[in-house]
Each structure stands twice: as structure tokens, then as C-alpha cells.
């Protein structure tokens, strides 16, 4: 099969500039250094209000976002063998582990998508992705349904137990994955350390922004099956809010047979997901992560079921759908920023 595209499938664009806050004050003059960089297969961006113009300030800053990314990773990438999710993931038995805060906090609020999507958010999918050919091991064929079966016994987010800061499996062969949400769960992290009144973090497309009366603009890309385009479809303006994206259109394979197979596999059924969804931008007035967790878990239902969902909750979302002609279309909900 070829593969096309990443691993990442999140769409939203930080190239958009923010207002100023040089004309809120008579007395201060503010400067927005820009930190950036590279962690967890993709880039990251921070870019902050100060009035202090100091390198050492910036080099700071850039060292406390260095370390907090760090030991993230070293919490929740299954891409070091040492970390301690890689640890969880070799254990062939079903003892207790004990963990880290942060990662016993992310795990925890993973089952909350969990019981929002009725199990179609799932971090035990792992195995599932990996035998579709998504994770870091390519496959040559369409795996068989046998295939799929064996595996499907043991993905099951009851298959965790976690109390406190220690986690167990109920069965030695489960494995977890965490990408859904490290992401928010880390800019999360780092707002939360920067501490500045008026800052913007951006990981991989996932952002929040924090403001005293500034307003941070994100551009949310045009869905492109060849990866390639940078065009905007959807500016919107948040102060003191989140917004992440999902979506399948980024990572998907094409078998000898010409069928298109895309990366977010339905942990009930063994099979990816089929959808005219083609990517859906979550904005959450709480937490990065949460909106991260969010975007997963409802990308993952029925469009109706997401519908329903920002009517009856605080959160609010943009739908971009593909017709069969390969157009797309927005399904805006009604409180959902704008430019």
C-alpha cells in the first residue's frame, strides 16, 4: 500500500496575527516575542505580551517550555522506549505501575471522551491503528477480519484501572496511546506556567489563547487530501478560550485496489472510521486539552450526535463536511467565534 500524508491531523493554521495592546496603555510599550520550536512530531509556537525586552527573558521562557515538553514526552510519547507509557505498554502482566501526576491526570480525563462518545474515543485503540498500518510499523495489506478480532478482545478502555497515581491492566496485552490529548494537555501546561496575561500556545494546530483584552485570530485550514494547501477556511477571534481540530483527511492510506483508508479506527468495530466528516474544530472556554479530547471523541459520532451535543452543552463547534464531489461545507454552531 502507500502511505500518504503524516501523523498529524489537525487543521488549524497559526499564521494570523493578533490586535495590539500598544494602544491600551499611555505608559507601557509591549513587545510579542515569538518562541518556537519542535516536540512531539510536529511544532510548536508561543508568542506573548510583555513589556520587559530582554533576550535572557525570552531565552527564559524558551528553556521553561523546553523542560516542560521534555518531561511530557518523556510521560506520554509511545515513540521513547523509555517513557513511561512505552513502560505500560511493554508490561506483560496486570500489576499495579506507578505513574506520574500529569500522566495519571491525562489518563484519567480520558475517560470522560470515553463515556461522551459511548466508546468510540478510546486510548486503548493503539493496536488497532498499528495493524491498519497508521503507527510507526507500515503494512503491506488490508488486514483480515481475523485479524482484527484477535485484537479487538483486548481493546477496551475497562481494560485500565487507574487510583491515584498508579495505573493497571485487567489485560497484560492492552496498550494506550495518549496523542489525542498530550498536545492540549501540554499548552495547557505551559499557559499555566508562562503566566502572562495576554499569551497565545499553539502545538501542532491545537491553541489557546489567554488575554486581558487582547484578541488572538486563528485561521482553520481548507481540509487538502495532497497536504499541501495553506488556504484558510474559517478565521476566528478568542480571548480567554481553546480550540482544537480533528479530522481524517491527512492520514490515510491507499490499498492496491484503490480503496481509501483512513487513520481514526473505530475501537468497536476494528475498522476505520467512514465519514463525510472531513475534520471538526472544537472551541472550549476551559481547557486546551479538553477541547483536544473533545474534537477526538466527536469526530468519531454520528453528525447528528454532534449536533446535539453543542446544543446542549457550553462548547461550541465547526463541522467541515465533503460531498461527493469533493467540495466542502460548514456546519457552524451558533456561538462558535468568528472573525
Not at 276 to 290: D, G, N
Request: charged letters at 25%; glycine letters at 4%; a negative charge.
Amino acid at each position: 500500500m502507500m502511505i500518504l500524508g503524516n501523523r498529524s491531523y489537525l487543521l488549524i493554521l497559526f499564521l494570523i496575527s493578533c490586535n495590539s495592546l500598544e494602544n491600551s496603555s499611555k505608559n507601557n510599550t509591549y513587545h510579542f516575542p515569538t518562541i518556537s520550536g519542535s516536540t512531539m512530531g510536529t511544532t510548536y509556537t508561543v508568542k506573548y505580551a510583555t513589556d520587559i525586552k530582554s533576550n535572557n527573558d525570552i531565552k527564559e521562557n524558551r528553556d521553561k517550555i523546553e523542560e516542560i515538553l521534555r518531561d511530557i514526552n518523556m510521560q506520554m510519547s509511545t515513540y521513547i522506549i523509555d517513557s513511561e507509557i512505552s513502560k505500560f505498554n511493554t508490561i506483560k502482566n496486570t500489576e499495579w505501575m506507578t505513574i506520574s501526576e500529569d500522566f495519571a491526570f491525562v489518563v484519567k480525563s480520558s475517560f470522560d471522551y470515553y463515556e461522551i462518545s459511548n466508546g468510540l474515543y478510546d486510548i486503548t485503540v493503539m493496536p488497532l491503528v498499528n495493524l491498519w498500518g497508521f503507527g510507526p510499523d507500515k503494512f503491506s495489506d488490508v488486514p483480515t477480519a481475523t485479524d482484527i478480532d484477535s485484537i479487538l478482545v483486548f481493546v477496551s478502555q475497562d481494560l485500565i484501572e487507574i487510583e491515584k497515581n498508579k495505573i493497571r491492566k485487567k489485560d497484560a496485552r492492552v496498550q494506550i496511546d495518549l496523542s489525542s490529548i498530550a498536545k492540549g494537555y501540554a499548552v495547557d501546561k505551559i499557559i499555566e506556567s508562562l503566566n502572562y496575561d495576554n499569551i497565545f500556545v499553539e502545538i501542532g494546530g491545537e491553541v489557546r489563547g489567554k488575554s486581558n483584552g487582547k484578541i488572538w485570530r486563528v485561521g482553520i485550514n481548507t481540509p487538502s487530501i495532497d497536504n499541501i494547501s495553506n488556504e484558510i477556511e474559517y478565521i476566528a477571534s478568542i480571548k480567554n478560550a481553546s480550540i482544537a481540530t480533528s479530522g481524517n483527511y491527512r492520514n490515510f492510506y491507499i490499498d492496491k485496489d484503490n480503496r481509501f483508508y483512513h487513520h481514526e479506527i473505530n475501537p468497536l468495530t476494528g475498522y476505520p472510521i467512514m465519514s463525510q466528516l472531513a475534520s471538526i474544530s472544537v472551541f472550549a472556554e476551559t481547557s486546551c486539552m479538553e477541547a483536544d479530547g473533545l474534537a477526538t471523541a466527536l469526530y468519531m459520532m454520528e453528525t447528528n450526535d454532534i449536533n446535539n451535543f453543542f446544543e446542549e452543552t457550553d462548547f461550541e463547534g465547526l463541522m467541515i463536511l465533503v460531498d461527493p464531489d469533493m467540495s466542502f461545507k460548514q456546519i457552524v454552531s451558533e456561538n462558535f467565534p468568528k472573525n
